[in-house]
Nanobody, 116 residues
Framework: QVQLVESGGGLVQAGGSLRLSCAASGSINRIIAMGWYRQTPGKQRKLVARIDSGGSTNYADSVKGRFTISRDDAEHTVYLQMNSLKPEDTAVYYC??????????WGQGTQVTVSS
């Protein structure tokens, strides 16, 4: 089992920045990738950014150049630095982890609201 605890969401004006954190605990040695997804009401949850165990990253086209995913292996934490935020970035952001058996774990979600 893997537990994921997110923090760092909130309300920010357009053009501002936020940093989300996701602390992992439990069977973290089996994690092969972690990332962030977001979801708005009535829509599917979509990938924002992910980082694998080798450090490779990929991003949704809509956030490239504005968001950066990183990790601190010593703290078992993944971060999402979000700059130049836009109202369309408003969503609930979920931390995600996948283990070697391709089982998916999710955090509880954190609300990000960007006002225009």
């Amino acid at each position: 089992q893997v537990q994921l605890v997110e923090s760092g969401g909130g309300l920010v004006q357009a053009g501002g920045s936020l940093r989300l954190s996701c602390a992992a605990s439990g069977s973290i040695n089996r994690i092969i990738a972690m990332g962030w997804y977001r979801q708005t009401p009535g829509k599917q949850r979509k990938l924002v950014a992910r980082i694998d165990s080798g450090g490779s990253t990929n991003y949704a086209d809509s956030v490239k150049g504005r968001f950066t995913i990183s990790r601190d292996d010593a703290e078992h934490t993944v971060y999402l630095q979000m700059n130049s935020l836009k109202p369309e970035d408003t969503a609930v952001y979920y931390c995600h982890a996948r283990n070697r058996l391709f089982y998916n774990y999710w955090g509880q979600g954190t609300q990000v609201t960007v006002s225009s």
